[in-house]
């Protein structure tokens, strides 16, 4: 009994230790669980860590890879998901989340994407929000010191060229400000979101009375449409919809 008791309040001292953890303490312990095979450990640190609000491409790789060799599928794809937010062209990110999704049961024929839409989210995803922000303000910014220019220019030479460096400006100024919008929409306001029961029955309705119409597994990537108390309804790969429990899926 004394010995049970022992265990316990060790168990909750280890816990409290690692609460008392600076993120950077948390992180570098995390990544020795992983070293040592821990990978259940180590992932859930790593979530932690992001629940508490940090961000890095570095974290949210780790913390794939960790549930991944964890056996956490849906939670690897999801991280996988969120790392590729922050580096769209990073190989190792992409290639392991193709293996974690060759994991998934359910399979798609997905619909065709418009190809500039895809080139145009990948092109904002290369920088962040405030990035494009700042390029867009100092584009505009250099705009109005060339219609400024121009407007007091006398001399026909060179007002051309003014004209035309104005007007270059401003739209790539207009460019680098829908590139921001766009990028804090996939990345702030993300709609795609990973299914995480095991198996989940999407429904004509929100509720239990409504008609089963798919059925679907952890793993899956889903598109939200609308949310509705505890249900919400989602958008499968193929266009299909139908009303999912919101705890079974979780956001990008």
Known sequence: MRRSILLHILVIINVLQVFAQTPEESYRHAGELYSSSDFSGAAAIYRRIYDEGYRSEDLLY????????SGDISSAILFYERARLISPADEDINYNLQVARSRVTDRFETLPEIFFVRWFDFFSLLASTNTWAVLS???FVASLFFVLIFL???????RLLLFWLALSSLILSLLMLSLAVRNNSLVSHNRKAVVTCSIVTGKSAPGDGGNE????????TVTVEEELGAFTEV??????KGWVKEECIEKI
């Open 62 to 69: 780790n913390a794939g890879n960790a549930f991944f060799k």
């Open 137 to 139: 303000l100092a584009l």
């Open 152 to 158: 007091t220019k006398s001399a026909a030479g060179g």
């Open 213 to 220: 119409l798919f059925v679907i597994h952890a793993g899956t």
């Open 235 to 240: 958008r499968l790969p193929d266009g299909n």
